[in-house]
């Protein structure tokens, strides 16, 4: 099974290097960059992760929170991770209480995230790709 992945955020510079990366992993990869775009991809597609940021600059609309609540309303199951420079001690709390599966710090390496998600993957579906 090919695991699908939805990134977002609004970076082009943080989005295709990771998509391409992932991508070359064997991973099938959307990109969305606004919260209101995630949402859209969420309701019509099946994703096995999503991996957003918190703060998005282009989609004015609601920031990466908005989204997770979002999911967590209309897909309970669909595992989310935060990646995000901001670490704030409120935004963490409020992200643990939605049920965020993991917390990832930027910079991150490619390899190390790639890891991460491997391993959850595995965990969270039972087979490694």
């Known amino acids: 099974m090919k695991h699908s992945i939805l990134m977002v955020d609004d970076n082009p510079g943080v989005t295709a290097p990771m998509s391409e990366f992932f991508e070359q992993a064997g991973f099938a990869v959307r990109i969305a960059r606004t919260a209101?775009?995630?949402?859209?991809?969420?309701?019509?597609k099946h994703f096995s992760l999503v991996i957003t940021d918190l703060r998005m600059e282009s989609g004015r609309d609601e920031d990466g929170l908005g989204l997770i609540r979002h999911i967590r309303q209309h897909n309970p199951g669909l595992p989310v991770f935060v990646l995000t420079a901001s670490g704030a001690p409120e935004t963490e709390s409020e992200g643990w209480r939605l049920n965020v599966d993991k917390f990832l710090g930027k910079p991150i390496s490619m390899p190390k995230l790639l890891t991460t998600v491997k391993e959850f993957v595995g965990q969270f579906y039972g087979a490694v790709q």
Not at 36 to 44: L, S
């Open 36 to 44: 209101a775009e995630a949402k859209e991809e969420v309701g019509h």
